[in-house]
């Protein structure tokens, strides 16, 4: 065997390889270096497909949803309305420096031309050093791969205006919106695109992200209809209005609201702007209405820690509330005078029948319940849940209770003269009777106008004569019994304001007191009319012999 012949063969086709391989990782080369990190300078056009208009080349890709280059803006050129071609990925865009001017991304006009597709973890930046008043507008629409942030550091006036509509592409679609952590942030952060579903379901976070805050304002305007969950979640410990979401939009869908940290202002009539699924009112964060119309909400309400109701309008709460709260925090209520929060559905002083819970209603507002009261959503819990109006703070205020309340814990009023507690015409209490004493009361120091009834379940009650029930502390409750008051069960025949029923009970009005007498067994009753016969035929007796 020619051994040197076969080892000639063998690099002979070695060598021919040798270009084919090269030209295939020149190719990859080049493909990579197309698809980088790069800088606009809008020296050709305001195309983004151009290399000329870039530094070295055009960032992104036009195929698949995964390219993870950077599109930088730094410089004020002639060129800053730029055209999205077709299928455009990538998944960082930043402007920066007090040189970058005010671009429009997407030449074609609001929500028209191409979309712009952005990568899984995709972020679009405003940075601090960008200066006042300059706008970066986004017209093109927004197609979101995974989650994305957009945010605005600026603690002046720049801004950001999404005009085209934003969707989502993927499952884990959050679009998380941040503003300036410090500072009195001014600048727009406006969503006049529609947020939508798109293929999979939308959720947005606005506010604050892991190591910053969040003071600045958010504006939805759009027609909206994702489902997914709204976090409203600024910085903690901040004035209302520092650090909100404004709904003057409108969102079609079902889907829950969760309001942590800052401030949600409603500012549409349809249902304030919000989608209609669960509100729930978290730690620190407050609601209010910018406009009169926009105050009423038919979503179902969770409160689950301190939380304010305040503005210049009234807020109605259409749906049923639950105080869900740990360590039983206050629900305070600055609405102005003049105006109310009301309650039209169901409240429910605990989450679970077996978990007593005790709601505070704070705040100088009026607050109105015309719908029932109970101890959970099932009425009469196995743990007993009250009611706890205006013991702290300062200002006037009123609670008015205008269905039925069958809460089994106490009603505890504080505040004075200034504290005003009304049970309506239409509104009723019940209280609960076991052994001597034991029952659910009110109490506190306060004004209550009682002008509904009162119910008295006695099927608990110890039937011992003399036993005695505190139903009303009028030693230290400014009560007062409108002649609307009433007993159910109970007949006040003679108006003395003693309501007594044919068991033996009976209710005094000044006293506050529910009495139990024993009532005599017909045999007895005998006995009686024989003694009442013996004592007047004595008295008569008596009378002559005298």
């Not at 005010?102 to 979309?115: D, F, K, M």
């Not at 038919?298 to 304010?308: K, L």
């Not at 009123?398 to 004075?416: D, F, R």
Request: proline share 2%; hydrophobic share 40%.
């Amino acid at each position: 065997m020619n051994t040197s012949h076969q080892s000639s063969r063998r690099h002979a086709r070695l060598a021919a390889r040798i270009p084919a391989a090269t030209s295939i990782c020149l190719l990859a080369l080049a493909s990579f270096a197309h698809a980088a990190d790069d800088t606009w300078t809008g020296a050709t056009d305001g195309d983004w497909s151009v290399d000329t208009n870039w530094v070295t080349a055009a960032p992104g890709a036009t195929t698949g949803v995964t390219n993870a280059d950077t599109a930088l803006f730094n410089t004020d050129p002639a060129n800053k309305v730029i055209t999205i071609d077709a299928g455009r990925n990538l998944k960082f865009i930043t402007f920066d420096t007090a040189s970058v001017g005010s671009y429009t991304i997407g030449g074609a006009g609001a929500n028209a031309g191409n979309a712009l597709q952005l990568s899984a973890n995709s972020i679009i930046s405003l940075t601090a050093t960008v200066a006042d008043g300059v706008n970066q507008t986004f017209n093109a629409p927004l197609v979101l791969n995974g989650a994305a942030r957009f945010e605005n550091l600026s603690v002046g006036t720049a801004g950001y205006t999404f005009a085209g509509n934003i969707s989502a592409n993927t499952t884990n679609s959050l679009l998380t919106i941040i503003t300036a952590g410090t500072g009195t942030p001014t600048g727009s952060n406006l969503f006049s695109g529609n947020l939508t579903n798109g293929t999979h379901t939308l959720s947005v976070h606005i506010g604050q992200y892991s190591g910053g805050n969040g003071v600045g304002t958010v504006e939805f305007t759009g027609t909206n209809s994702y489902s997914g969950l709204t976090t409203v979640n600024f910085a903690e410990k901040k004035p209302v209005g520092v650090g909100q979401l404004i709904t003057s939009g409108t969102n079609s869908s079902n889907g829950d609201t969760l309001i942590q940290h800052g401030t949600l202002t409603l500012n549409n009539a349809d249902n304030g702007g919000i989608a209609r699924g669960k509100l729930t009112l978290f730690g620190g964060g407050f609601l209010r209405a910018n406009i009169a119309a926009a105050g009423t909400l038919s979503n179902e309400v969770s409160q689950t820690n301190s939380f304010t109701v305040t503005g210049d309008h009234s807020i109605t709460f259409n749906g049923n509330f639950t105080n869900a709260t740990a360590s039983n925090r206050p629900l305070t209520n600055t609405i102005v005078a003049g105006k109310a929060l009301t309650m039209n559905g169901n409240v429910y002083l605990s989450d679970a029948s077996g978990t007593g819970r005790v709601w505070q209603l704070r705040g100088s507002g009026a607050t109105v319940i015309n719908g029932d009261i109970m101890d959970y959503n099932g009425g009469k819990g196995t743990a007993a849940s009250g009611l706890d109006f205006g013991t702290s703070g300062t200002g006037d205020r009123s609670l008015t209770l205008a269905g039925a309340a069958t809460y089994s814990g106490n009603t505890i009023l504080g505040g004075g003269t200034s504290t005003v507690f009304t049970l309506a015409e239409t509104g009723s209490m019940t209280f609960y009777i076991g052994a001597d004493g034991v029952n659910n009361m009110v109490t506190g120091s306060a004004t209550a106008n009682f002008n509904g009834s009162f119910n008295f379940d006695l099927s608990g009650a110890d039937l011992t004569a003399g036993n005695s029930w505190l139903i009303v502390d009028v030693a230290t409750v400014i009560e007062s019994f409108a002649g609307s008051f009433a007993v159910n069960g109970f007949s006040d025949i003679d108006n003395d304001n003693i309501w007594t029923n044919d068991s033996g009970f009976s209710f005094d009005e000044s006293s506050g007191i529910l009495s139990y007498t024993a009532i005599p067994e017909p045999a007895a009753f005998a006995v009686l009319a024989a003694l009442s016969g013996l004592l007047v035929a004595s008295t008569r007796r008596r009378r002559r012999s005298a």
